[in-house]
Each structure stands twice: as C-alpha cells, then as structure tokens.
C-alpha cells in the first residue's frame, strides 16, 4: 500500500527518494527501507538473490517480480500489488506505474519471484 503513494513520480536512473525520483530498484529500496527497515541490495540483479525462490502462482502483495528488459535476467523488478499487477518505476521518461503482468511484453519477460521476509 505504501508503494502506492508513489504512482506518478518520475523515473531518474540511481534515483532513491519520491524528490529525486526512482529507477526501479531504487523504488524496492526505498518502499522496503519506509515499510520494514530492511536495507535491500540495490540492484535488481543483486535483489534477485534476497530472500526466498517463489513460484508465480505463490504471489503475494509485497513480493518481488523480475523481469528481463535489458537483454539479461533480472535486469528489472517491481513490486507484487495483487490481481497479476506490479508497480515500478518503468524507464527513462516515465513515471512510477501499476502494470498488468499477464501484459504480452510482460509476460513473455518474467524472470521470477521472491519473497522476503522480514
């Protein structure tokens, strides 16, 4: 829910704060950092590895999704919100955003799931 409050602010690459903006695991930083006090990796590739594996039809609000958008796995990620939907902070020029995963670019993109417990 608290990742919610941050649909519309724009997307800058590195960026951590609602002021600065966010790239997308800059995004799961923060909302993580905010929510539980948990300090996550800060690349995607690195939050990859957090937590434990889950499989897609486990999902639950607050996992995170990966996905490939830069010719290598996990070179995305998002947070699950519910009802097969993420929210991320998508690309140069756009903003923070909820996203349908059943989506065609998405889905033919999933990477996989984790879950972390805190």
């Known amino acids: ?5 941050f649909i519309g602010v724009n997307y800058r690459l ?5 002021d ?9 930083h923060h909302v993580f950092k905010q ?4 300090i996550l990796p800060r690349s995607s590739n690195d939050l990859s590895k957090a937590g434990e594996k889950i499989s897609e039809t486990e999902l639950q609000p ?3 999704v990966f996905y490939n958008t830069r010719r290598r ?5 998002g947070i699950y919100v519910g009802e097969d939907r993420f929210i991320h902070a998508p ?3 756009g903003k923070v955003e909820i996203i349908d995963m059943k989506d065609r670019y998405w889905a033919t993109r999933y990477n996989g799931a984790r879950r972390v417990n805190f």
């Open 1 to 5: 829910v608290y990742a919610l409050g």
């Open 14 to 18: 590195g960026g951590m704060s609602p």
């Open 20 to 28: 600065a903006g966010f790239d997308c695991s800059g995004l799961v």
């Open 35 to 38: 929510v539980t006090g948990l």
């Open 62 to 64: 607050g996992d995170l």
């Open 73 to 77: 796995p996990f070179s995305h990620v």
């Open 91 to 93: 690309s140069r020029g």
